[in-house]
């Protein structure tokens, strides 16, 4: 950030020599106080015009301006936000009815008041380094608190309810029991799912504790409009035995903080945080009480489509669903399969069809840890480290049979390909040669065939 800050300066003494000033805005001035590092930095101009401000941009590069009405200019290959204030007003239901308008020569103090927290809308003058903070942000952060500015502009924007589950989450900070109350009141239908799941993105990657973003929707009574499935957890019993912690709902905030614990450590980070969220949905459909005794049986595969709506429902890339819905009907099999000292062949076959085994394994390892009990994940983690050795070494040294050679040996193209690859295929895993793989397949394919004629 030393480059930009430089060329933030640089800015801002230009804009100085036209008459105007430069504040640094938002997340870069708060982030000086709560101690995280800032990536991004926005620049919010007063006194000057919008072509004053556009021909000194234009000395750093190529501008973009991004949307007209909102009057953020963007210089080629630097990575800063050049913005004027701006007066908003809603003209009409729904997080997106809102009439927009820059001006360059609003006072600073009512520029502030359309920020959504008190934390968020101090500023800081580029050049002298003085703070204005006109709504006590910096108390606030002392005292660990979101508290919302003015109630009125507040609650025009429903988004500000996630916000404030997010900042609340990634800060560990109460949210004032006002804003609470606030939040209760403001209907959240109207948002579109990408704007849920941009929260939420933001929660999952960088909170420490992000079942705080899931308690406070709670609180605020939202819990239950975007993602009714967590919710249905609240109150599903489990063997107090085996999960002394309580409900389901209880254990799947657990592990998703024992997730963020290992986030660091997964090839893909958000998709296991996902994951931590959905792995036991489906408890919530098939708990009972069989023989004095909680069972879920099933619940892997009763999670899936559940799953699958509260994903859909966020707007999830597709991708990204089939890593989650995959590891959610698998996140019990590492643990079983490591408990009862599964056969290699056995280990090999559920290692070629999981997505991503040492994400899965990382999962497996928050939900172990995810109870109130203190428990270790060592001897399991020690057995799929051997068991994934012997994988990779049979996919290093005997690579698969292709299409290419069936059709050497006579099997013509069509549909019984793909089945007879992943035969061939299955028999390696499970030790057979290479050679004798290829020659099962061609008798298979010959069977078909004259099984074929013989119906004909």
């Known amino acids: 950030m030393q480059r930009e800050r430089k060329i933030a300066r640089w800015a801002a003494e230009r804009i100085k020599e036209a008459g105007g000033r430069a504040f640094f805005v938002g997340g870069c001035v708060r982030d000086q106080y709560t101690g995280y590092e800032c990536k991004d930095l926005d620049i919010e101009i007063y006194g000057i015009s919008q072509e004053q401000l556009l021909e000194i941009l234009q000395r750093l590069g190529p501008v973009d301006l991004v949307g007209k009405s909102f009057g953020v ?86 988004l500000r309810v996630f916000r404030a589950a997010q900042f609340s989450a990634r800060f560990q900070f109460a949210i004032a029991p006002q804003t609470l109350e606030l939040c209760r009141q403001i209907p959240v239908n109207d948002l579109p799912g990408e704007r849920v799941e941009g929260e939420l993105k933001k929660v999952l990657l960088k909170a420490e504790k992000p079942s705080l973003f899931f308690q406070s929707l709670r609180q605020m009574d939202h819990l239950h409009e975007w993602f009714p499935e967590i919710s249905h957890l609240v109150g599903v019993e489990q063997r107090p035995d085996a999960h002394p912690e309580g409900d389901v709902y209880t254990h799947t905030l657990m592990v998703l903080d024992q997730a963020a614990l290992l986030r660091d450590k997964a090839h893909h980070p958000y998709d296991l945080m996902l994951a ?3 792995h036991d949905l489906g408890k919530a459909a098939t708990t009972q009480l069989r023989n004095g005794k909680i069972q879920s049986l099933g619940h892997e595969q009763a999670g899936i489509p559940l799953a699958q709506a509260m994903l859909s429902r966020l707007k999830v890339a597709g991708d990204i669903q ?6 959610t009907e698998n996140h019990m099999r590492p643990g079983a399969m490591a408990l009862s000292s599964s056969r ?29 009990l203190p428990v270790a994940f060592e001897k399991e983690q ?27 040996r006579g099997v013509p193209p069509g549909k019984h390909m ?8 299955n028999q390696i895993l499970c030790g057979d040669r290479r050679e004798i793989a290829l020659r099962n397949a061609v008798r298979v394919y010959d069977r078909m065939k004259k099984e074929s004629k013989e119906d004909e």
């Open 73 to 158: 200019y963007k210089v080629a290959g630097v990575d800063v936000d050049f913005a004027f204030p701006r007066r908003e007003r809603k003209n009409g239901e729904g997080h997106r009815a809102f009439q927009i308008r820059p001006d360059p020569f609003m006072d600073p103090k009512e520029a502030c008041s359309r920020r959504d927290f008190t934390i968020n809308a101090m500023m800081q003058d580029v050049l002298t380094g003085e703070v204005l903070d006109y709504y006590g942000g910096r108390k606030d952060l002392e005292e660990k608190r979101i508290c919302h500015i003015r109630p009125a502009s507040f609650q025009e924007d429903s």
């Open 276 to 278: 931590a969220c959905t």
């Open 322 to 327: 089939k890593r989650v819905l995959n590891w």
């Open 344 to 372: 290699e062949s056995r280990t090999n076959l559920f290692l070629d069809r999981v997505e991503d085994p040492s994400d899965l394994l990382l999962l497996a390892q928050a939900d172990c840890k995810g109870r109130g």
């Open 418 to 425: 793909g089945a007879l690859l992943q035969q061939a295929r």
């Open 382 to 408: 020690q057995f799929w480290r051997e068991r994934m050795q012997v994988y990779n070494n049979i996919v290093k040294d005997k690579p698969f049979p292709t299409g290419k050679e069936l059709l050497a």
